[in-house]
């Protein structure tokens, strides 16, 4: 059964974009933005990246609810930038990235900092920062 929330009538018909859809267009937005490390999928999606399969709604939860929309995004944020900084801007440019693309008006974007990464000096090892890891 399709979704009939997220459906949109106009005099040619009905339009339906699906939540994965916005979760991807909102996925690459953010991975974008300076200081963003990586989305956090948990180890399912992690597993299924490792495979081959890329996955660009990595992280991201999305409710569409008739022309408007709700997001929650899980980051990883690099050491050495504003958190604060870095959400608010995943914020501002989600939210347009899916307003321009979709259509959907969007009513929240609630940015999740996971953990922060650090970047050794040889770039090519780099330790991840948890909560747990306190």
Do not use: C
Not at 32 to 49: C, H, N, Y
Not at 50 to 55: A, E, H, P, T, Y
Not at 75 to 97: D, H, L, M, P, T
Request: no cysteine; charged share 30%; proline share 1%.
């Amino acid at each position: 059964m399709e979704n009939e929330k997220s459906k949109m009538d106009n005099e040619l018909g009905a339009i339906r974009i699906a939540d994965e859809v916005v979760a991807t267009v909102a996925g690459l937005a953010a991975a974008e933005i300076e200081g963003v490390a990586s989305m956090s999928g948990g180890w399912s999606t992690d597993l299924v990246e490792r495979l081959g399969k890329k996955n660009f709604g990595k992280g991201i939860k999305v409710e569409v609810n008739e022309n408007e929309t709700s997001i929650d995004i899980y980051i990883v944020v690099e050491y050495g930038y504003a958190i604060r900084e870095v959400a608010e801007n995943v914020q501002k440019e989600v939210s347009v990235a899916v307003e321009t693309m979709t259509g959907l008006n969007v009513a929240s974007v609630n940015v999740h900092i996971v953990s922060v990464i650090m970047k050794r000096d040889n770039q090519e090892e780099e330790e991840e920062i948890t909560p747990e890891a306190f």
